[in-house]
């Protein structure tokens, strides 16, 4: 995903994907079904808009984690989020 394809992206959907993607169980395949982002433009997305360290901590926190990636997931989780997480979304 270049620039430009970052910019057609509202601000609101930007602001979700990052969320989405900093979420460890929150798999890759959501993203795309939600977005139409693949884990390669996901990744772009999120080298162009973290800093440096920050990228680097979530792409090892992510590479090869069970959660992230559908196949690897067992059967049994059938949740996108922890149990435990409540959000609050503004209306």
Partial sequence: MDRRQTLLLAP?????????AWEDRTPFEAIEAQFGL????VIGLMRQHLKAASFISWRKRTRG?????RAL????????CSSYQRKQYRP
């Fill in 12 to 20: 609101d959907d930007l602001s979700r994907i990052i969320e989405m």
């Fill in 38 to 41: 693949r884990q390669d433009d």
């Fill in 65 to 69: 984690q069970h959660t992230k990636h």
């Fill in 73 to 80: 997931r067992s059967e049994a989780v059938t949740r996108h």
